[in-house]
């Protein structure tokens, strides 16, 4: 890569960069593309094969491997939240020097719009009627069975969930934007397989969350299609069935892939806000116009039930009672869910991410979207609960019924003034959570299916339009062989495979992190530079340099020709200098001339081979002109910056100024700093 065109020709510069931004990787997206067409086809072929097959097997993954989703979901959680409150809570999600990228606002905003699909809606409504009138051990229809409704209910949207989400999004975050990997599954498990992840291991990763991701957006968006399907009949007459369906599937998919191709920060970020502030106002106006103070009553007592029943529901596996299939069809169906869509979310989730610290990710991953799922479950869960308990059987029994999941929020929402106007903002909000589930998808999925320039690059608009029309295909496909319970059997045994891989991301991330602790702790134990080998105030004066210099060199504010002259006369003869004495001590070493993020030249060392070399690097920034010491600066004044960024991202100091001895100094002291960490990582160096 090449260095500004104005630069000093005695700068190093490397070929032309002229590469793409991505390139299909092969391996992965034929698999992928391949195992979803061959289950659609399988699906609409032979759907009753297709329907007994997956639900005998669904059987035995429930039977067999019950208690490990069980464990597994408990486990993530505890490990989200220890990092979270630890000294790696500090860590940030990209280079030290980096910021958010998005406002909290935008960011919120994003967080659950991504992470909450269009089942939410409809569920809130259903599950807790479910579960007070059919609940899994105790008697249904009473006072302790429409508590404990609401808490299932909330358990199952909730925490436990979200930690799924948070794992995979600070895990693929860190070793992306932090480690310099490329943003895919397979770079959480370089700590463990090391370069082996180019090969069948990361392959096998990629494909499997891709999967999940296909099949589990794709059973969301077939469940949501079915419900807005209802709506629609209710408020305008068209009736329920396929063409409605498919005209749907058609409309969102449309507005998906436009919000895809135009980016993260416009099309995705404008539809979230939208949505947040559309669903606030809808669950406002059933507060308002409800019983209020009972739902509000309520809402107080689910917080407290929830937080009193938690750590025995987040264990329990009715090892000593018998519920039949309750377990399979909600705990197991749930957490198989949310591993399906974890590696999609999560790597979402690191894209919009890069630049904040573990304990702002994991505290707003846990607190904000739980925060609004609370409160939509409250409010819609138990306004159904207290009709049913005022004596309405119709909801009742549609609840009981088979189309409960798709007819109980209407049936609710009939209850309510103005419903065809309600009605009609629902099926907008469904839509919107259609979109923002679809967009994002596609956008992960096509990540996952390329190999990016880098981890700020996404793939190109037509690999985006790939998969979202087939999602699109897929869920269209199940819903015209009449098979979406199929298409939910499928999304729970995709899941399992991913769940063993996300064993692997917990010890990938638990292991980089500790080398970060490593880190810190060299740092801390090394001598200060003015006693490893920085000069003398005695030797500074002999050399001619005295201490006013120093204080010149804060005052000045150099212009884009001598920053880049110095780089070309000081800072890289200084670190070739380095370079050709750490060759002699037998050292692999390079000093080339590279082009940071921000498209300005820089000067890097990197020593050593393996997964922790050494990196020195001289980057020239530009900054804002500061008005301290009298003068004012213009809107337009800058200057130019020579900071020092080594591996873990800018260090925050200026070296423009110091003479090629005095850089040679930082060089060594940061390479000893270097060699202290590596002596703590592994004791046996």
């Given at each position: 890569?090449?260095?500004?065109a104005?630069?000093p020709s005695?700068?190093?510069?490397g070929p032309p960069?002229?590469q793409?931004?991505w390139?299909?990787?092969?391996p992965?997206f034929?698999?992928?593309?391949?195992?979803?067409?061959?289950?659609?086809?399988?699906?609409?072929?032979l759907?009753?094969n297709?329907?007994?097959?997956?639900?005998?097997?669904?059987?035995?993954?429930?039977?067999?491997?019950?208690?490990?989703y069980?464990?597994l979901?408990?486990a993530?959680?505890?490990?989200?939240?220890?990092?979270?409150?630890?000294r790696?809570g500090?860590?940030?999600?990209?280079?030290e020097?980096?910021?958010?990228e998005f406002?909290?606002?935008?960011?919120?905003a994003?967080l659950?719009?991504?992470?909450?699909?269009?089942?939410?809606i409809?569920?809130a409504?259903?599950?807790?009627?479910y579960?007070?009138?059919n609940?899994?051990?105790?008697?249904?229809?009473?006072?302790?069975?429409?508590?404990?409704?609401?808490?299932?209910?909330?358990?199952?949207?909730?925490l436990?969930?979200?930690?799924?989400?948070?794992l995979?999004?600070?895990?693929?975050?860190?070793?992306?934007?932090r480690?310099g990997?490329?943003?895919?599954?397979?770079?959480?498990?370089?700590p463990?397989?090391?370069?082996?992840?180019?090969?069948?291991?990361?392959?096998?990763a990629d494909?499997?969350?891709?999967?999940?991701?296909?099949?589990?957006?794709?059973?969301?968006?077939?469940?949501?299609?079915?419900s807005?399907?209802?709506?629609?009949?209710?408020?305008?007459?068209?009736?329920?069935?396929?063409p409605?369906?498919i005209?749907?599937v058609?409309?969102a998919?449309?507005?998906?892939?436009?919000?895809?191709?135009?980016?993260?920060?416009?099309?995705?970020?404008?539809?979230s806000?939208?949505?947040v502030?559309?669903?606030?106002?809808?669950?406002a106006y059933?507060?308002?116009?409800?019983?209020?103070?009972?739902?509000?009553?309520a809402?107080v007592?689910?917080?407290?039930?929830?937080v009193?029943m938690?750590?025995?529901?987040?264990n329990?596996?009715?090892?000593y009672?018998d519920?039949?299939?309750?377990m399979?069809?909600?705990?197991?169906?749930?957490?198989?869910?949310?591993i399906?869509?974890?590696?999609f979310?999560g790597?979402f989730?690191?894209?919009?991410?890069?630049?904040r610290t573990?304990?702002?990710?994991?505290?707003?991953?846990?607190?904000?979207?739980?925060?609004?799922?609370v409160?939509?479950i409250?409010?819609?869960g138990?306004?159904?609960?207290?009709?049913?308990?005022?004596?309405?059987?119709?909801?009742?029994?549609?609840v009981?019924?088979?189309?409960?999941?798709?007819?109980?929020?209407?049936?609710?929402?009939?209850?309510?003034?103005g419903?065809t106007?309600?009605?009609?903002?629902?099926i907008v909000?469904?839509?919107?959570?259609?979109?923002?589930?679809?967009?994002?998808g596609?956008?992960?999925?096509?990540?996952?299916?390329?190999?990016?320039?880098?981890?700020?690059?996404?793939?190109?608009a037509?690999l985006?339009?790939f998969?979202?029309v087939?999602?699109?295909?897929?869920?269209?496909?199940i819903?015209?062989?009449?098979n979406?319970?199929a298409?939910?059997?499928?999304?729970?045994?995709?899941?399992?495979?991913?769940?063993?891989?996300?064993?692997?991301?917990?010890?990938?991330?638990w292991k980089?992190?500790?080398?970060e602790g490593?880190?810190?702790?060299s740092?801390?134990?090394t001598?200060?530079?003015?006693l490893?080998?920085?000069?003398?105030?005695?030797?500074?004066?002999?050399?001619?340099v005295p201490?006013?210099?120093?204080?010149r060199?804060?005052m000045?504010?150099?212009?884009?020709?001598?920053?880049d002259d110095?780089?070309?006369?000081?800072?890289?003869?200084?670190?070739e200098?380095v370079?050709?004495?750490?060759?002699?001590?037998?050292?692999?070493v390079t000093v080339e001339?590279?082009?940071?993020?921000?498209?300005?030249?820089a000067?890097?060392?990197?020593?050593?081979v393996?997964?922790?070399?050494?990196?020195?690097?001289v980057?020239?920034?530009?900054?804002a002109?500061?008005t301290?010491?009298?003068?004012?600066?213009r809107?337009?004044?800058?200057?130019?910056?020579?900071e020092?960024h080594?591996?873990?991202?800018?260090?925050?100091?200026?070296?423009m100024?110091y003479?090629?001895?005095?850089?040679?100094?930082?060089?060594?002291?940061?390479?000893?700093?270097?060699?202290?960490?590596?002596r703590l990582?592994?004791?046996t160096?």
């Amino acid at each position: 890569m090449t260095a500004t065109a104005d630069a000093p020709s005695t700068v190093p510069s490397g070929p032309p960069d002229d590469q793409p931004d991505w390139s299909l990787n092969k391996p992965v997206f034929l698999t992928a593309a391949l195992i979803t067409l061959a289950v659609t086809v399988w699906c609409v072929a032979l759907p009753d094969n297709a329907y007994s097959t997956l639900e005998s097997v669904v059987g035995w993954v429930s039977t067999w491997f019950g208690w490990y989703y069980i464990a597994l979901t408990t486990a993530v959680l505890a490990f989200v939240l220890f990092l979270g409150f630890s000294r790696y809570g500090r860590v940030r999600l990209g280079p030290e020097h980096s910021r958010p990228e998005f406002s909290t606002g935008a960011w919120s905003a994003m967080l659950f719009a991504a992470g909450i699909g269009t089942d939410l809606i409809f569920y809130a409504v259903y599950e807790p009627a479910y579960q007070y009138l059919n609940p899994p051990a105790i008697e249904g229809g009473t006072v302790q069975a429409a508590r404990e409704g609401t808490v299932w209910t909330l358990f199952h949207y909730g925490l436990s969930g979200w930690g799924m989400y948070s794992l995979m999004g600070m895990a693929l975050a860190y070793f992306a934007y932090r480690m310099g990997l490329p943003l895919a599954v397979r770079s959480a498990l370089y700590p463990i397989f090391g370069k082996k992840i180019d090969g069948p291991v990361g392959t096998a990763a990629d494909t499997a969350a891709i999967l999940g991701t296909i099949f589990g957006v794709a059973t969301s968006l077939g469940i949501g299609v079915v419900s807005l399907n209802v709506g629609l009949d209710l408020v305008f007459g068209l009736s329920v069935g396929l063409p409605v369906q498919i005209g749907l599937v058609v409309l969102a998919i449309g507005i998906a892939t436009l919000s895809a191709v135009t980016g993260v920060d416009k099309g995705i970020k404008l539809i979230s806000q939208f949505n947040v502030l559309l669903a606030i106002v809808l669950a406002a106006y059933v507060l308002v116009t409800g019983r209020t103070a009972y739902l509000l009553n309520a809402l107080v007592t689910n917080v407290g039930d929830y937080v009193r029943m938690f750590p025995g529901m987040t264990n329990e596996t009715f090892a000593y009672q018998d519920t039949g299939d309750w377990m399979s069809y909600w705990t197991l169906f749930f957490w198989a869910w949310w591993i399906a869509w974890a590696a999609f979310v999560g790597l979402f989730l690191a894209r919009i991410s890069r630049g904040r610290t573990i304990r702002q990710f994991v505290a707003g991953t846990m607190i904000i979207p739980f925060s609004y799922i609370v409160m939509w479950i409250a409010i819609f869960g138990n306004a159904a609960l207290d009709e049913i308990r005022s004596g309405n059987t119709d909801l009742a029994d549609i609840v009981n019924d088979a189309s409960g999941p798709d007819t109980a929020l209407w049936a609710l929402l009939q209850e309510y003034p103005g419903f065809t106007f309600v009605a009609g903002l629902f099926i907008v909000i469904g839509l919107l959570f259609y979109v923002t589930s679809a967009d994002s998808g596609a956008l992960v999925m096509a990540n996952l299916s390329s190999t990016l320039k880098t981890a700020n690059h996404d793939a190109g608009a037509p690999l985006r339009i790939f998969w979202a029309v087939a999602t699109g295909a897929l869920t269209l496909a199940i819903l015209a062989a009449g098979n979406i319970y199929a298409l939910q059997y499928a999304t729970v045994i995709v899941g399992l495979p991913f769940a063993f891989v996300m064993v692997g991301v917990m010890w990938g991330l638990w292991k980089a992190l500790s080398l970060e602790g490593h880190m810190v702790d060299s740092r801390t134990g090394t001598l200060q530079g003015a006693l490893s080998g920085r000069s003398t105030p005695g030797e500074r004066e002999r050399a001619g340099v005295p201490w006013q210099t120093r204080l010149r060199r804060s005052m000045d504010f150099p212009d884009q020709r001598r920053a880049d002259d110095y780089l070309a006369t000081t800072a890289t003869p200084a670190l070739e200098e380095v370079a050709s004495e750490l060759r002699e001590q037998g050292v692999e070493v390079t000093v080339e001339s590279v082009v940071d993020e921000d498209a300005q030249p820089a000067i890097s060392l990197a020593a050593g081979v393996g997964p922790q070399p050494f990196v020195y690097r001289v980057q020239r920034p530009r900054a804002a002109t500061p008005t301290y010491g009298g003068r004012v600066s213009r809107g337009d004044d800058h200057y130019f910056r020579l900071e020092v960024h080594l591996r873990d991202g800018g260090q925050g100091y200026d070296v423009m100024g110091y003479s090629c001895t005095q850089l040679i100094d930082d060089v060594l002291d940061q390479y000893e700093r270097h060699l202290e960490f590596v002596r703590l990582a592994d004791p046996t160096v």
